[in-house]
Nanobody
Framework: QVQLVESGGGLVQPGDSRTLSCTAS????????VAWFRQAPGLVREMISC????????YYVYSIKDRFTISRNSAENTVYLRMTQLNSEDTAVYTC?????????????????WGQGTHVTVSS
């Protein structure tokens, strides 16, 4: 059974950084593309970043480009989202998702396996 567990959310001061983790439970991440989605209050969920199964292709939505970095660590079976320069518009529930695919482009994958999400609140 594919299980994903997010961690790292919480209350963050504007301008600070935070790293979210997405860990695979009971399966190996290698043949999976992994994406981070977020849903801000009152808005629809959107994919903000993804990384392909080899870690050679990444995608960032414009609003987080140059502030967030996605990476994967096979030894730890974990995908990370490093978030910097956080502002109030980054307040959201962040959820990771996985797609078993060998597609080179992670943004072309269909994500069928989802975590429960972790809340990030940016506020002073």
């Amino acid at each position: 059974q594919v299980q994903l567990v997010e961690s790292g959310g919480g209350l963050v001061q504007p301008g600070d950084s935070r790293t979210l983790s997405c860990t695979a439970s009971a399966f190996r991440f290698e043949p999976y593309a992994v994406a981070w989605f977020r849903q801000a209050p009152g808005l629809v969920r959107e994919m903000i970043s993804c990384i392909n199964y080899r870690g050679t292709d990444t995608y960032y939505v414009y609003s987080i480009k140059d502030r967030f970095t996605i990476s994967r660590n096979s030894a730890e079976n974990t995908v990370y989202l490093r978030m910097t320069q956080l502002n109030s518009e980054d307040t959201a529930v962040y959820t990771c998702a996985a797609a078993r695919t060998l597609e080179e482009r992670c943004d072309m994958s269909v994500y069928r396996h989802w975590g429960q999400g972790t809340h990030v609140t940016v506020s002073s």
